[in-house]
C-alpha cells in the first residue's frame, strides 16, 4: 500500500483583498500531495462575499479538497450557505461526518468538523451550573459523540482526523494560558483516541506550535498558516 501525502492548512482568512493570491501559492500541488484539508477560517467574517473569494481560490485543484469551517467562518450567521457555496466548487465540507477518498487503491478515510472548545483536563469547564455553561460544554460534547460515531463507522485504509479547534494543548504552547479553554477541548481527542485515527490535523491557533499528540498517541498538527508560515504543510501517512 503506499504512502499518502496529506497537505493541509488552516486560517487562511480570506477576503476580496486577498483575491488570486492564494491559488499562486498552490501551483503544482499535485506534485506534493495527494489531498489537500483545509482546517477552517477560511474567510475573516465569515461573509458569502468573503467565501465566494475562498471557491474561487480553491476550485478545480489537481487534487482532492476536504474542508471544515472556523469560529470566523461563522461570524455572520450564515455558515450553511458558505458550505453550498464551498461545495458548489467542488470542494467537500465536513459538518461532524465522514468522508472517503480513493486515492490510487487506498482508502482515505477524514472525518471532521468545526469542533469546539472548553478546555483541557484538569483545567476545563465541567458540565455543572448555570445553563450557559451546561449548553457550551454540551455543545463540545455532542460534537465529539459525533466524531466517536464517524470514526466508529469509517471504513478506510488511513484515518485522518480534520478540525478547527484543537484536541490537545500541546500545539497551543505561545497562546495566552487564560485563553487555552476557547482554542480546543480534550473531549475531542477522546473521540479519535477512543476509534483511533492515523494523524489529527487543526487549526485556530495562530501563536501556538506545529506539533503535539493526543494521550492515546496520534500526531496532531497545528495547520494555521501563521504557525507554518508556508501555503501548506505536508504529512505521510
Excluded at 472548545?117 to 455532542?142: L, N, P, Q, V
Aim: aromatic share 6%; glycine share 12%; hydrophobic share 40%.
Amino acid at each position: 500500500m503506499r504512502e499518502l501525502r496529506i497537505a493541509a492548512v488552516g486560517d487562511v482568512h480570506l477576503d476580496e483583498s486577498l483575491r488570486g493570491s492564494y491559488r499562486e501559492r498552490l501551483r503544482d500541488i499535485q506534485d506534493r500531495a495527494d489531498v489537500l484539508l483545509l482546517a477552517g477560517d477560511l474567510t475573516r467574517h465569515g461573509t458569502l462575499e468573503e467565501a465566494k473569494v475562498v471557491a474561487d481560490e480553491f476550485r478545480d485543484l489537481p487534487v482532492p479538497v476536504v474542508a471544515v469551517l472556523g469560529n470566523h467562518d461563522h461570524h455572520s450567521d450564515r455558515p450553511a450557505e458558505i458550505a453550498a457555496l464551498l461545495r458548489d466548487a467542488g470542494i467537500q465540507v465536513l459538518h461532524d461526518d465522514a468522508t472517503v477518498l480513493d486515492i490510487d487503491g487506498v482508502r482515505l478515510g477524514v472525518v471532521g468538523g468545526k469542533g469546539f472548545g472548553g478546555g483541557y483536563a484538569g483545567k476545563c469547564a465541567s458540565d455543572f451550573g448555570e445553563r450557559e455553561i451546561k449548553a457550551f460544554i454540551g455543545h463540545t460534547k455532542r460534537i465529539a459523540d459525533r466524531w466517536r460515531v464517524a470514526l466508529k463507522e469509517l471504513q478506510a485504509d488511513r484515518r485522518v482526523v480534520l478540525s478547527h479547534y484543537s484536541p490537545v494543548k500541546d500545539t497551543l504552547h505561545g497562546e495566552p494560558l487564560e485563553i487555552y479553554p476557547f482554542l480546543g477541548s480534550y473531549l475531542l481527542a477522546e473521540a479519535a483516541d477512543a476509534e483511533g485515527a492515523d494523524l489529527i490535523v487543526h487549526g485556530h491557533a495562530h501563536a501556538g506550535t506545529e506539533k503535539g499528540m493526543t494521550p492515546g498517541g496520534i500526531r496532531v498538527r497545528n495547520v494555521a498558516l501563521p504557525v507554518l508560515g508556508r501555503a501548506y504543510g505536508v504529512y505521510c501517512l
